[in-house]
Each structure stands twice: as C-alpha cells, then as structure tokens.
C-alpha cells in the first residue's frame, strides 16, 4: 500500500516534470495537481549522510536483478526517502523504516528452497547512522554466514528487527542488550546461529514477540530469565535442541496469545502452569518427548484455537478437560494415546476445521457424533486399527474435502437399501469432499456405493479387498484424477464410461 503511493506521487512528480517543459512552466489548471507539485519539488526530505549510509549498504548487496533501481546518486535520486523500501519521518526528515523483507514492494524470490530476495555480502558499519531506525526488516536476504554485527545494537531507537532467513552464524551480540525499546524480534530460521549466551534479553523488557525458531541452542536448558518478559505475546522457540523442561517462570508470561515450543525437551510431563496462560490461542508443543496426562489446567484455555500436541507419549486419562475448549478450531493430537478408543468428547467440539488423530494405535469404531463436527474440512484418522459401522456420518461434514482412513481395520458393509437407489448415478458435486484415502483396510467394493454421491479428484483405496468389476458409474465423477486400485481383486478393462474422465 505504501509503497503504491509512493509510487502514484513518483509518477506525479515526474508527470508534471514533464509537462512543465512541454508547456514552458505552465502547469494544468487543476489547483490539487500544482499545490502537489510544488511540494514534491520543494521538499527534498533526505539527509545527506543517511543517503551516503544506504548507498553503503546496498554496497553490501548483490543487486542481481535491479531491486534497488530506485537507490542511486543520480541527481534524480537524491531524495531516498522516495527509494523503494526506505520510509522516513515526516515531521524530521530522518530515515525510520528500512524494510528489505517480505513486504519490500519490488521484491523478486530466487528459485532457491526459500526464495531468498538478495545476497548479502556485508551489512555496512555506515547503517549506524540511522540513529532514528525504529523499524529493520532483512528478512530473507542471504548473507551467507556472517556474524550478527555488533553494532546493530546502537541502533537503539529500534522497535522492529526481523532478521529472519538470513543465514547468520554465530552467537547474537550482547549489544542487543541496548535495543530497550524493541518490541518485535525475530531472529528465526538462521540454524548456524548460537544461543548460549542469552544474557542480553532479559534487558529488552519492551518485547511482545520474540522468535527463535531453528536457533541452536545445544542441548542447554530454557533460561529462566525468558519468563520475565511479561509483555510477550508471541513467543517461540520450536526446533532450538533445549532439553530439561519448561521453566516455572513461563507462567508469569500471562499476556502469551501464541506459544510454540515444539521439537524440544527430552522426557517430562506438561507442566500445569502452561493452563493459566489464558490467553493463548495458539498452542503447540508436538515432539516434546511429553509423557502423562493432558493437565487438567487446560480446561481454563477458553480463548484456545489452535492445540498441537502430536508425536509426544501423552496418555489419554483426563481429557474431560479438553470439552471445554469449544472455540477449538485446529487440533492435532496424533502419535499419542497409544492402544485407546477415540475420545467421546471429540463430537462436541463442533468448531473443528482440522482434526488430526493419526498414528495412535485407536482401536474401536469411529462414533457416529463425528456427524456434529460440521465445520471440518481435514480429517486425519490414519494409522490406527479403527472399525466402521457405516459412513452416516460422512454426508453431515459438508465442509469436508480431506479424509484419510488409510491403514485402519475398515471393512464397511454397503449402505441400506434406500440411500442406495436415491443417491446411485446422481453425483452430488455441491460437497467439497475431494481427497479420499483408504488404502490398507478390509474394504470391500460396496464402498464404492458410500461414495457415489461425491465428485472426488483422488481416491485411493489400494490394498483393501475390492473384487468385481470397476462400477460404471465412477465414471461420472468428471472431477477424478486418480484412483487408486492396486493390490485389490479386481476383474476385466477398465468400464466404457471412463473415457468422460479426462483427467484421470
Ligand atoms: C483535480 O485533481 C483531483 C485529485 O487528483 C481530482 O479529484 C479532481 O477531480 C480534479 N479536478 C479537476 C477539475 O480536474
Ligand atoms: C507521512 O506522509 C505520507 C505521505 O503523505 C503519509 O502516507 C504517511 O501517513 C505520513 N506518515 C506519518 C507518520 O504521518
Ligand atoms: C519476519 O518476517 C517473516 C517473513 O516475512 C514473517 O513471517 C514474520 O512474521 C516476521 N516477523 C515479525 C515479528 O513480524
Ligand atoms: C550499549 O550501551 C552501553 C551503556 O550505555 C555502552 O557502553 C555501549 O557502548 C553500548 N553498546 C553499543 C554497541 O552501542
Ligand atoms: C555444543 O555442546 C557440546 C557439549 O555438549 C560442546 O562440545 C560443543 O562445543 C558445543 N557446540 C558449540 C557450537 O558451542
Ligand atoms: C501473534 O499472535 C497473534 C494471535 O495468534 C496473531 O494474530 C499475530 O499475527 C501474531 N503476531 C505476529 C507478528 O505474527
Ligand atoms: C515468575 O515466576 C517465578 C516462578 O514461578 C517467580 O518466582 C517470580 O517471582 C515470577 N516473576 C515475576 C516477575 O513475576
Ligand atoms: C535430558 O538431557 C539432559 C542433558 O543431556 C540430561 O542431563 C537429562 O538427564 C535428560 N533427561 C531425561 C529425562 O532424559
Ligand atoms: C503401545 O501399546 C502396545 C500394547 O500395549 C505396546 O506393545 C507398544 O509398545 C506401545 N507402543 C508405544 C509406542 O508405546
Ligand atoms: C453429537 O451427536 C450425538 C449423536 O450423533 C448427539 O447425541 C449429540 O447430542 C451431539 N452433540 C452435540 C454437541 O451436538
Ligand atoms: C479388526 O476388525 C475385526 C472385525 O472386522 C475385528 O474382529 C478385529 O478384532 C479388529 N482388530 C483390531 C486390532 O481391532
Ligand atoms: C447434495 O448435498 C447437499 C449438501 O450436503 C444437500 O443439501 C443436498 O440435499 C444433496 N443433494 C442430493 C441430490 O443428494
């Protein structure tokens, strides 16, 4: 949006440039149009020395693909608070904002696995006079292995640092102890970065949201002193290689609204404080090495949408707690509960859009309440030895469009008579179910019955105990683009009515 506008007054200022010479000086009659003209004119807003520092940064650039037209010394290019990416103050005039990441409005992704904008060669030490800096954003520019540099700590007027995606080594500078004002720093994804020394954050008090994803923490604990950033909103530390637990201290961070923990620890219990964070609405804590119950506690996180515990050892005693948390939308609970039934209370949380409940040994029969879950549009229930009675269920989740059964203990009867002769050869394509996967069950060919009614792009149903011929009627699911067959009984060519299906 900014960047648009800046862009409108460019095309202006040069418009109306070149409509002054064409008429001698004579501008349009048009009073907006002159009165903007003269100010865009008049006012050259850069400083000097603010221009000379980022000319010597984009130095320390490689420039590949011309991102950084706009900056330059050309006397047409003296105001760089016109160049792309570069906001300044209005009332002073000095740089405040420099925001070479995502939002960069002329940004072009590389064809690497991450899309990294520019390489880096060097941040210029000249970057330190934008003393007024509030806002830094390098995200995604490849440096390739330097050091943080430390004099991004004298930048101390920054709010915003996001240096994400940058491939920075080493350990952060303790100069970021000076950064007393930041409130956003996200230093994720940069794996070769260390983080033994930490003895700078506890001084960053204004901080809401801290990310440090992927940052190598080797084998060292949580520092304790994270838990008195009580102004945290965000936090994450997925991927860091700690071990040992949560710190107690974690629940003083009473303003947390996101909080992700994952692939960490090695072999303890969820800790019953993580309840009296009210305020979360996003949860994971998947690959925790976690064993024991659910905390109870956990019936307190009212506000909670999104609930990752996947891949721990969790044991399914007290998740009468989990009922409560009706505003869930997302929950991801596979790889634990090993050898259970699924939850009765799983129906009532009528708010799902996605619910992951694979490789947790289940056994019994998916329970009919599943027909409440209206809002669901993925459902995950493989690698489980579940049972099906029948899929009554299925035509209620009208929002659905994956389900995956695969590797389960399926073997589904055919459906009563009268849904039978009502729904055969009538494809129903105003439900979204798109993805089907079945395979490895004991399924029999009458499944295909249960699902005449759909207009699916994928069904897998290999290794199940289809015999027969390949009902005609397949056929009329125009949508289809794979079937998947193999290790079945089936007999004879493909039906004739296969030849509509022109993207399979
Ligand atoms: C003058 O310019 C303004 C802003 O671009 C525009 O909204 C307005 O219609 C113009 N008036 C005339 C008389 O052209
Ligand atoms: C500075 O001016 C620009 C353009 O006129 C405007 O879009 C922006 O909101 C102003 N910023 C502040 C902080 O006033
Ligand atoms: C930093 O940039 C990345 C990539 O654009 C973005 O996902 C992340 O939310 C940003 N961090 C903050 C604090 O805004
Ligand atoms: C950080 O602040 C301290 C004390 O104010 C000062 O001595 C030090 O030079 C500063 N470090 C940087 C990198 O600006
Ligand atoms: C990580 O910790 C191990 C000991 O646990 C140590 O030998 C190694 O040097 C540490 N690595 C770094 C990069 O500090
Ligand atoms: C912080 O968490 C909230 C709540 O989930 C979310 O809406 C917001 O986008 C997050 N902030 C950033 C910068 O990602
Ligand atoms: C945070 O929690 C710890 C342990 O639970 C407690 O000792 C400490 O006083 C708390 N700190 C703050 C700032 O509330
Ligand atoms: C976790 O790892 C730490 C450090 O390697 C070790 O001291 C501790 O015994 C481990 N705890 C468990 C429960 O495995
Ligand atoms: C799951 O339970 C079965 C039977 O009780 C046991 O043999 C198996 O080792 C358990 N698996 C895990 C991952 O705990
Ligand atoms: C869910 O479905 C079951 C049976 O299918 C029904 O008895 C129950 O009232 C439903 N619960 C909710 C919360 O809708
Ligand atoms: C699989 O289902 C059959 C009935 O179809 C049942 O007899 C068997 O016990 C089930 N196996 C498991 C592991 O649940
Ligand atoms: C098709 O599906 C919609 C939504 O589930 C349902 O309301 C409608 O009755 C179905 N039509 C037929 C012909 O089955």
């Known amino acids: 949006m900014k960047g648009d506008g800046r862009c409108l007054k460019l095309f202006l200022a040069l418009l109306i440039l070149f409509l002054q010479n064409v008429k001698g000086?004579?501008?349009?009659?048009?009073?907006?149009?002159?009165?903007?003209?003269?100010?865009?004119?008049v006012t050259v807003r850069c400083i000097a020395r603010e221009r000379q520092a980022l000319l010597a940064f984009k130095r320390g650039l490689v420039d590949e693909f011309n991102q950084l037209s706009t900056w330059g010394s050309e006397a047409q290019k003296q105001d760089c608070c016109r160049w792309e990416g570069v906001y300044c103050s209005n009332q002073t005039g000095h740089v405040i904002q420099l925001?070479?990441?995502?939002?960069?409005?002329?940004?072009?992704?590389?064809?690497?696995?991450?899309?990294?904008?520019?390489?880096?060669?060097?941040?210029?030490?000249?970057?330190?006079?934008?003393?007024?800096?509030?806002?830094?954003d390098l995200t995604l520019i490849d440096f390739n292995g330097i050091q943080i540099p430390d004099f991004i700590g004298s930048l101390t007027n920054l709010r915003y640092l996001n240096l994400s995606f940058c491939q920075m080594v080493g350990q952060i500078p303790s100069?970021?102890?000076?950064?007393?004002?930041?409130?956003?720093?996200?230093?994720?994804?940069?794996?070769?970065?260390?983080?033994?020394?930490?003895?700078?954050?506890?001084?960053?008090?204004?901080?809401?949201?801290?990310?440090?994803?992927?940052?190598?923490?080797?084998?060292?604990?949580?520092?304790?002193f994270i838990g008195s950033l009580t102004n945290l909103r965000n936090l994450s530390l997925s991927y860091c290689n700690l071990v040992g637990q949560i710190p107690s201290s974690f629940g003083n961070l009473t303003h947390l609204t996101d909080l992700d923990l994952s692939r960490n620890f090695n072999?303890?219990?969820?800790?019953?404080?993580?309840?009296?964070?009210t305020n979360l609405r996003n949860l994971r804590l998947s690959s925790c090495h976690f064993i024991g119950p659910i905390p109870s506690s956990f019936g307190n996180l009212m506000q909670l949408q999104n609930l990752h515990l996947s891949y721990n050892q969790l044991q399914p005693e007290?998740?009468?707690?989990?009922p409560a948390l009706s505003s869930l939308t997302?929950?991801?609970?596979?790889?634990n509960f090993n050898g259970s039934q699924i939850p009765d209370f799983i129906g009532s949380l009528t708010n799902l859009r996605n619910l992951r409940l694979s490789s947790c040994n289940l056994v019994g029969q998916i329970p009919s309440s599943f027909g409440n879950l209206t809002q669901l549009q993925h459902l995950d229930l493989s690698y489980n030895q579940l049972q099906l009675?029948?899929?009554?269920?299925?035509?209620?989740?009208?929002?659905?469009?994956?389900?995956?059964?695969?590797?389960?203990?399926?073997?589904?009867?055919?459906?009563?008579?009268?849904?039978?002769?009502?729904?055969?050869?009538?494809?129903?394509?105003?439900?979204?179910?798109?993805?089907?996967?079945l395979s490895d069950n004991h399924l029999t060919s009458s499944i295909f019955l249960w699902l005449s009614n759909y207009s699916l792009a994928t069904l897998e149903l290999s290794n199940n105990n289809l015999s027969g011929f390949i009902p005609d009627f397949l056929g009329n699911m125009s949508s289809l683009e794979y079937l998947g067959l193999s290790d079945n009984q089936i007999e004879g060519a493909n039906p004739n009515s296969f030849a509509r299906l022109c993207n399979l």
């Open 25 to 41: 000086g004579e501008v349009g009659h048009n009073h907006s149009h002159s009165h903007s003209l003269k100010d865009a004119k």
């Open 99 to 136: 925001d070479l990441g995502y939002s960069f409005p002329g940004k072009i992704f590389q064809p690497d696995i991450f899309g990294y904008s520019f390489q880096g060669k060097m941040i210029s030490p000249k970057l330190i006079e934008l003393q007024h800096l509030q806002y830094l």
């Open 175 to 224: 100069s970021f102890r000076n950064l007393t004002q930041l409130q956003h720093l996200d230093l994720a994804y940069n794996w070769r970065l260390q983080a033994e020394n930490l003895n700078w954050l506890p001084a960053l008090s204004s901080l809401t949201y801290l990310d440090l994803s992927l940052i190598n923490f080797n084998g060292s604990q949580i520092p304790d």
């Open 267 to 277: 072999g303890s219990q969820i800790p019953n404080f993580i309840g009296s964070l």
């Open 318 to 322: 007290n998740l009468n707690c989990l």
């Open 330 to 335: 997302d929950l991801d609970l596979s790889g």
């Open 389 to 437: 009675e029948n899929l009554n269920w299925l035509p209620a989740l009208s929002s659905l469009t994956d389900l995956d059964l695969s590797r389960n203990n399926l073997s589904l009867p055919p459906p009563p008579t009268p849904i039978l002769s009502t729904t055969l050869y009538k494809t129903n394509s105003s439900t979204s179910l798109a993805y089907v996967y």
